[in-house]
């Protein structure tokens, strides 16, 4: 059997694949717990592939069953998973269209963060609220967004987190799930 010219000439000119060893096990990554202050004051473990996920909450003791952590775009911080999921829902709005929401801090305002394609849209995004008389999605005039911006800076500057320099995961941030959107 005669030897390939394409691998030969590979070999020959990569001086990095000379003294390359064959076991990868020494360098998987490995297994980190970390204690943070938020989202949840916690110890969290990263499991490497898997991603983030809440082992123990301060004053409670370990948990029965891990909680996932995601990197939330919108927010700019992490959350819990099964938050995320509660923020995010496919409403309907006013004109019979279905959009995917994500609910802000205030717990008022909803944005259409997400595109047509399920990735997350560049900022701004528009603001929507739940209208009382119908029960559908409305956007929301720029006399309220003003107010609710206010109410909402006004808000965060009083609960300045303590812990300033809170750790964050070493790791890459994990992103959001894809999501499809059908109007």
């Known amino acids: 059997m005669t030897p390939n010219v394409t691998l030969v000439l590979r070999k020959a000119f990569s001086p990095s694949r000379w003294l390359r060893k064959r076991s990868r ?13 938020r989202p ?9 592939g898997r991603g983030w996920y ?13 909680q996932a952590v995601v990197y939330c775009q919108v927010l700019g911080r992490w959350i819990l998973q099964a938050e995320f999921e509660c923020r995010s829902q496919v409403v309907w709005t006013d004109e019979g269209k279905r959009i995917r929401c994500f609910q802000l801090d205030d717990g008022v305002t909803w944005v259409n963060c997400w595109g047509m394609d399920g990735r997350v849209k560049n900022a701004p995004w528009d603001r929507w609220m739940l209208d009382e008389k119908n029960g559908n999605f409305r956007l929301m005039p720029q006399q309220e967004q003003q107010h609710w911006q206010k109410r909402t800076e006004l808000h965060s500057s009083h609960n ?10 070493a790791a ?10 059908y109007i």
């Open 40 to 48: 949840v004051p916690g110890t969290y473990e990263y499991i490497p």
């Open 160 to 169: 300045k987190p303590s812990n300033r320099n809170f750790t964050r995961p």
């Open 25 to 37: 096990c020494c360098n998987a990554p490995k297994s980190k717990v970390e204690h943070w202050s």
């Open 172 to 181: 890459r941030r994990p992103k959001f799930q894809t999501y499809y959107l």
């Open 54 to 66: 809440m082992i123990e909450k301060d004053g409670f003791g370990p948990l029965k069953v891990r």
